[in-house]
């Protein structure tokens, strides 16, 4: 059976994961901004028998995106792509928050829709920290989030005003899936779909440096009073993305799954609960 191209954007532990889950029998584009970690991963596939080419990124500049995107279609049908590529707020200052997690998340969205092939898929890796975010964020913001043209949007008011990681970190991520929300029509008209996907606490390099941060007490909380009372896996990503781009998933497009082991529920409940009994 014949596959068109794979495109992984960001090596780490979820990019990883979704190599070896669908990355076997098909040429393989993997790209990442750490040169040196890219190259690790390309020649450890390449060792175990995978097909795979690798190209340096920085998702926050659209000549480099634009340099991907057509190393991507010289390999064949872009058939589909994961975006994994992103920062922390305890990795990174707010400035690259907004560069990376906002901006280069909106470019390679619309980089790859303009050469998605028809029945093809992508996912987008958001976090649960936008489904957080959800309600607390004024109407037009949102519209401007989901909308604006990817030039403008780091220089949107309450986009360039922002001063802390972690508050920019959370816009940033509800932009991402209010974005693929409007980005599946133009996918649409090409015959393809996008949705992306909000993770939880997921032990992953940069899930482990969040943990042992300043917020990563709450973190652990969370997790303990979740219904599955366990960090997430990269596996329990792959997994999640195997079915989005599978045909099984083929009537889901522009929307968010939540995969997150039951934390965002049990805060909801948690919270509703604290409600009643003041209401009580």
Not at 93 to 102: F, I, S, T
């Amino acid at each position: 059976m014949a596959f068109g191209s794979l495109t992984i954007i960001g090596v780490g532990g979820m990019g990883q994961a979704v190599l070896r889950r669908l990355g076997a029998g098909r040429r393989v584009l993997l790209a990442d901004f750490h040169e040196g970690t890219l190259a690790d991963v390309a020649a450890a596939a390449a060792a175990d028998g995978y097909d795979v080419t690798a190209q340096h990124v920085d998702v926050s500049a659209p000549e480099s995106v634009a340099a991907l995107a057509a190393r991507a279609q010289s390999l064949g049908l872009v058939e589909h792509v994961v975006h994994t590529a992103g920062v922390s707020p305890v990795q990174a200052p707010v400035d690259a928050v907004r560069r990376v997690d906002l901006l280069g998340f909106a470019l390679v969205l619309e980089e790859f829709g303009q050469i998605i092939a028809p029945g093809g898929a992508g996912v987008f890796i958001s976090s649960m920290s936008g489904q957080m975010a959800a309600g607390r964020i004024p109407a037009e913001v949102e519209a401007a989030l989901a909308t604006a043209p990817v030039e403008q949007l780091l220089a949107l008011p309450f986009i360039a005003g922002l001063t802390d990681a972690g508050t920019a970190y959370s816009i940033a991520k509800r932009g991402n899936q209010l974005r693929v929300q409007a980005a599946s029509l133009d996918w649409g008209a090409r015959g393809a779909r996008v949705n992306s996907i909000s993770p939880g606490v997921i032990s992953t390099a940069m899930g482990q440096q969040e943990l042992a941060g300043g917020s990563g007490a709450q973190m652990r909380a969370m997790v303990e009073a979740s219904a599955t009372g366990r960090l997430g896996t990269p596996e329990d990503i792959a997994n999640a993305t195997a079915f989005l781009l599978s045909p099984d998933a083929s009537f889901i497009t522009g929307t968010d799954l939540l995969v997150d082991g039951g934390v965002v529920a049990a805060l909801a409940t948690v919270q509703r609960r604290a409600a009643e009994g003041q209401a009580g």
